[in-house]
């Protein structure tokens, strides 16, 4: 097994455990997320693995009940190749506000040095601002999301 393989594997134990520690010993300190949407509780560029482990995670990880739902449960890594690993994920479950959140996530890695240092995730926004961010404010990215700003990230 690579070991982009096995970092991938690893992150996605570490969002389904809930394990923060994982998670942030897999993250570059100049993690990038990206959320390819405009508008909604999550879109745009959000840059550092601070703002990650301290603004997002806290974000997501409020709106549910460890006991009802896991996150990224299942997933299945569909390509890797270079420093690119391209998986799907999916969750089954419920949210706080009692309503299904039955997720399916596409996710573009990019892992440089042993550390992912840019995801790349799309998923149904209509679903998680129903579901899951009912009565959260947006939360503001540090840059708005554009394809001009992808190629000029990329």
Partial sequence: MSINKKITEDFYRG?????????????DDK???IVPMSGGV?????????????????????????D??????DFKIISAFDNTIIAIAQNN???????PYNQTYLHIMTIASGKIIRLIESFDSALANDALWRDSQDLKPDIPFSLEEMKSNL
């Fill in 15 to 27: 969002i389904s455990e809930g394990n923060i520690e994982i998670l942030e010993s897999l993250l």
């Fill in 42 to 66: 999550l879109s745009g560029f959000y840059k550092s693995k601070k703002r990650f482990m301290e603004d997002i995670l806290p974000l997501v990880f409020s709106c549910v009940n460890p």
């Fill in 68 to 73: 009802e739902i896991i996150f990224c449960k």
């Fill in 93 to 99: 479950g419920f949210a706080l506000s009692g309503k």
């Fill in 31 to 33: 993690f990038e997320l």
